[in-house]
């Protein structure tokens, strides 16, 4: 078993910046971490992913905006948002996965990118 704790949403302007963190816990071997985002009336979106000591991955939407990283010595893992704009709104979910293991997912944290 897998605990997600997701942190660091809440309302900034459009151009403005947020970082999302999300620490794991659990006797589990996780070798991607990622995170999705489902704004109202939509369905869940692929955002990001960071393979171990790997290769990341990201939505076109958000390329070149937002960097997926991870701290390996406090298994946790991050989103910096950068120039985010409304569409980006939506209540962002950690995942994290390993070898034959289902998704884990977190409880979310809400962003909202408005003036």
């Known amino acids: 078993q897998v605990h997600l704790v997701e942190s660091g949403g809440g309302l900034v302007q459009p151009g403005g910046s947020l970082r999302l963190s999300c620490a794991a816990s659990g006797s589990f071997s996780i070798n991607i971490m990622g995170w999705y985002r489902q704004a109202p009336g939509m369905q869940r979106e692929f955002v990001a992913q960071?393979?171990?000591?790997?290769?990341?991955k990201y939505a076109d939407s958000v390329k070149d905006r937002f960097t997926i990283s991870r701290d390996y010595a406090k298994n946790a893992v991050h989103l910096q948002m950068n120039s985010l704009k409304p569409e980006d709104t939506a209540v962002y979910y950690c995942?994290?996965?390993?070898?034959?293991?289902?998704?884990?997912w977190g409880q979310g944290t809400q962003v909202t990118v408005s003036s």
């Open positions: 960071i393979i171990t000591h790997g290769n990341s």
């Open positions: 995942a994290a996965t390993g070898p034959g293991a289902p998704y884990y």
